[in-house]
């Protein structure tokens, strides 16, 4: 008797990178691009510091309890981190690339979170974090508006670059 291997037709165990549609205007492209060189300088500067960072963000006593705040710090970066790959259209696969996308919201989510309660929350903090404890940025409700700003590029980069299917789209051909 003789063995009988099973036939995959189209099918494949390892997910396919595919390259990331058009941007629906050239400044869509733009923004995520400026999006995406925000996250990096965010992300480096807290990795450099991080030593001080995860500490510093203990200390805000942020409302989600001891365990979610220790881990709230390594989420922060690595959302900023792995949003990148969406922004900077690279060749994703689809779930990555909706993944990353989410990550762009995670991140603007997290930073309207944080100044807002550094805003009301009563804490005395000497810095905001974006730069991690590299730069003193005293807060205030510059950080509010900076982290809005934040959500309304990963809105616009979303919007952008959305990497379903579009009906309406008139992407750029040049």
């Keep these: 008797m003789l063995p009988v291997k099973p036939i995959l037709i189209?099918?494949?165990?390892?997910?396919?990178?595919?390259?990331?549609?058009?941007?629906?205007?050239?400044?869509?492209?733009?923004?995520?691009?400026?999006?995406?060189?925000?996250l990096v300088v965010f992300a480096v500067a807290q990795l450099y510091?991080?030593?001080?960072?995860?500490?510093?963000?203990?200390?805000?006593d942020l409302p989600l309890g001891n365990g979610l705040s220790s881990a709230f710090?390594?989420?922060l970066i690595a959302?900023?981190?792995?949003?990148?790959?969406f922004l900077l259209r690279m060749r994703l696969s689809p779930a990555f690339t909706y993944f990353s996308m989410g990550l762009g919201w995670v991140a603007a989510l997290?930073?309207?979170?944080?100044?807002?309660?550094?805003?009301?929350?009563?804490?005395?903090?000497e810095t905001v974090g974006?730069?991690?404890t590299v730069v003193?940025?005293?807060?205030?409700?510059?950080?509010?508006?900076?982290s809005f700003a934040l959500g309304i590029l990963a809105?616009?980069?979303?919007?952008?670059?959305?990497?379903?299917?579009r009906s309406d789209v008139k992407s750029l051909s040049n």
């Design 79 to 85: 959302s900023e981190v792995f949003a990148v790959p």
């Design 110 to 125: 997290a930073w309207i979170f944080v100044s807002i309660w550094l805003n009301v929350g009563g804490v005395s903090a």
């Design 155 to 165: 809105t616009w980069s979303s919007w952008g670059l959305w990497p379903g299917k």
């Design 73 to 75: 710090a390594p989420l």
């Design 136 to 146: 003193t940025l005293a807060p205030g409700l510059w950080a509010v508006f900076i």
């Design 10 to 38: 189209g099918m494949s165990i390892f997910a396919t990178a595919l390259p990331a549609k058009l941007p629906r205007t050239k400044d869509s492209g733009k923004v995520a691009i400026m999006y995406a060189v925000i």
């Design 130 to 132: 974006f730069l991690g």
């Design 49 to 60: 510091t991080f030593e001080e960072f995860l500490p510093y963000i203990l200390s805000l």
